[in-house]
């Protein structure tokens, strides 16, 4: 399973001060770096897939949602149920280090009910 997010932090009306631009291979916008990049290279990934007629996979999900800033409360229910049934689930959130290194924890945040 491929999962991404395709909401961001920022505030309607900031695009105007920091409009969307591409230089070079390079494109520069408000949430580009999260996370329309981990959505571009999913939607890239199953195009290329497709395009070679690569099917050495049992099922390839792909799971996109629209509330991760808001920890997902929508979202959740989905990503919960189709976790465990994977072998193996990767996000395409990006990471702060620009490195080849693969991330395998991070931080995260969680919401508890005091009675
Ligand atoms: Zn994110």
């Known amino acids: ?7 961001t932090v920022y505030l309607k009306g900031m695009l105007a001060k ?7 291979n390079r494109a520069y916008g408000l949430g580009i770096g999260d ?3 981990g959505v571009a290279v999913i939607l890239h990934t199953v195009a290329m897939l497709k395009a ?6 049992g099922t390839l999900t792909v799971l996109i949602n629209g509330d991760e800033e808001i ?3 929508a979202g959740r229910n989905q990503f919960s149920k189709l976790g465990p049934e994977q072998d193996l689930v990767m996000s ?3 990471s702060p280090i620009a490195n080849d290194n693969l991330s395998l924890a991070t931080a995260g945040i969680a919401a508890v009910t005091l009675k």
């Open 1 to 7: 399973m491929l999962i991404a997010h395709m909401d």
């Open 18 to 24: 920091q409009p969307f631009r591409v230089d070079g």
């Open 35 to 37: 996370d329309k990049a």
């Open 52 to 57: 070679l007629n690569f099917r050495e996979y």
């Open 71 to 73: 920890s997902s409360p």
């Open 92 to 94: 395409h959130e990006g």
